[in-house]
Nanobody, 124 residues
């Protein structure tokens, strides 16, 4: 069984930073599994933010490239998402997900387990 718990969300002013974390338990943390972050704003579909492969390769949505950084710590079984230069349009519930395959992917359908989400609100 896999459990994912996100933390680190909150309210921040535009231009500020937040660091989200995803704590994973269960048989998730080896280089056989890729991890991703997605977000969902009110009235919108869940969208891809960033992903990291089992061997550390990363991909980002164009909207966050250069501002967000995903990493993974297999020893601590966490996947941080460092978010800098935040904008009001980054406001959403952020979800962590795990994919049973080591390659990265952008589609929600490619991920097998999801956390409950953490709210990020960026004020203008």
């Amino acid at each position: 069984q896999v459990q994912l718990v996100e933390s680190g969300g909150g309210l921040v002013q535009a231009g500020g930073s937040l660091r989200l974390s995803c704590a994973a338990s269960g048989r998730t943390f080896s280089n056989r599994y890729a991890m991703g972050w997605f977000r969902q704003a009110p009235g919108k579909e869940r969208e891809f933010v960033a992903a990291i492969s089992g061997f550390g390769g990363t991909i980002y949505a164009d909207s966050v490239k250069g501002r967000f950084t995903i990493s993974r710590d297999n020893a601590k079984t966490t996947v941080p998402l460092q978010m800098n230069s935040l904008k009001p349009e980054d406001t959403a519930v952020y979800y962590c997900a795990v994919r049973q395959g080591w390659t990265v992917a952008r589609s929600t359908s490619d991920y097998d387990y999801w956390g409950q989400g953490t709210q990020v609100t960026v004020s203008s």
